[in-house]
């Protein structure tokens, strides 16, 4: 079987991309480790695969949930970096995602240790830089999908991660829901294209980039966006249906973090998502999926809170709002 699909990898257009980030826009880069699971080189198998994430990262974070919410914990395993990359004071430098179980001092000076955060468990480095120079590549990005068996890195693009798990390793999921069905995959395309471009990138574009015109088109582009989803929503379970895709757990990674992070950290401060029913409801929908409570639940959150607040301004991280993310889909505290 082989991975079907373009998966919508997560890029912007490259074109005349230093001029753009001089004039203040974020770009986002470009992944380039690109095999794939189903190959002969990287044959799909039980247990032989492995992923290296950072849950406040939310393209780390949808693989881990296709992989929590399919039940794929016994055929992938995982190891998770501290929430926060290093500061120049670092003996590695700065910006440099890491394993520190055993915790780290943040910006605001106090030492925090969250315990989903583990070593790596296959390789024992320290640093995630090292287990791509292991394979011969100078990158530094997760999420990575490894080869135990080789110990290469097979992929560090998450959409074409996140594909992989749904096809080729669907036959050793618990739970073999169909992500990515036959019948809708042009539909799944089509709608992953403007909700990355509008919601999960577009987020990025708001809180990221110091240019006010590319800010402004962001932040007008995102709440079109939830608008448009809060309209497909109407009388459905699910954005294409009776039944959760692979585009709802796109959009659930962004949204996830709207009210608690982004409405703040990324100037999304139109609206809550409360004021939109449709998306309110299916948030609630979501977050009781089987399987996906172990990958959503507060202490996840304050991974994403330390990652986003943690290195910006005075380092200080907030400690609203009330209720978060158990709300979703219920009444308000």
């Given at each position: 079987m082989a991975v079907v699909g373009s998966a919508g990898v997560t890029t912007d257009d490259q074109t005349n991309a230093a001029e753009r980030r001089?004039?203040?826009?974020?770009?986002?880069?470009?992944?380039?480790?690109?095999?794939?699971?189903?190959s002969e080189e990287f044959p799909a198998e039980s247990d032989r695969y492995h992923l290296y994430i950072a849950f406040n990262c939310p393209w780390c974070h949808r693989v881990a949930l296709v992989r929590a919410v399919l039940g794929l914990e016994d055929a992938i395993s995982m190891d998770v970096c501290f929430p926060g990359r290093t500061t120049s004071a670092?003996?590695?430098?700065?910006?440099?995602?890491?394993?520190?179980?055993?915790?780290?001092?943040?910006?605001?000076?106090?030492?925090?240790?969250?315990?989903?955060?583990?070593?790596?468990?296959?390789?024992?480095?320290?640093?995630i830089v090292d287990i791509y120079a292991e394979s011969g590549l100078?990158?530094?990005s997760i999420p990575i999908l490894y080869d135990k068996v080789s110990r290469k890195v097979v992929n560090n693009e998450s959409a074409e991660i996140m594909r992989m798990f749904e096809t080729v390793m669907l036959p050793y999921a618990k739970r073999p829901l169909e992500l990515y069905p036959p019948s809708l995959q042009q539909e799944v395309e089509d709608t992953n294209t403007w909700l990355y471009t509008d919601i999960n990138n577009g987020a990025y574009?708001?809180?990221?980039?110091?240019?006010?015109?590319?800010?402004?088109?962001?932040?007008?582009?995102?709440?079109?966006?939830?608008?448009?989803?809060?309209?497909?929503?109407?009388?459905?379970?699910f954005i294409l249906g009776d039944a959760v895709t692979e585009c709802d757990l796109r959009a659930f990674t962004t949204l996830w973090r709207h009210d608690p992070v982004y409405h703040n950290r990324m100037k999304?401060?139109?609206?809550?998502?409360?004021?939109?029913?449709?998306?309110?409801?299916w948030?609630?929908?979501?977050?009781?999926?089987p399987g996906i409570e172990s990958v959503v639940h507060e202490g996840i959150l304050a991974h994403a809170k330390q990652g986003y607040f943690g290195r910006t301004g005075n380092g200080t991280?907030?400690?609203?709002?009330?209720?978060?993310?158990?709300?979703?889909?219920?009444?308000r505290p």
């Open positions: 001089a004039g203040g826009e974020f770009v986002r880069g470009v992944s380039s480790a690109r095999s794939f699971i189903g670092d003996e590695r430098g700065e910006n440099l995602w890491r394993f520190a179980p055993e915790g780290a001092t943040g910006q605001n000076g106090r030492h925090v240790t969250f315990p989903e955060c583990t070593t790596d468990t296959v390789g024992g480095k320290k640093y100078e990158q530094k574009k708001a809180g990221f980039s110091s240019n006010q015109d590319v800010y402004e088109a962001a932040f007008a582009a995102y709440f079109a966006a939830l608008e448009r989803l809060n309209g497909l929503l109407e009388g459905k379970s999304l401060n139109q609206a809550f998502l409360f004021e939109y029913a449709g998306v309110w409801k948030m609630g929908r979501m977050m009781a999926l991280i907030p400690i609203g709002p009330k209720g978060y993310p158990q709300c979703y889909g219920k009444a």
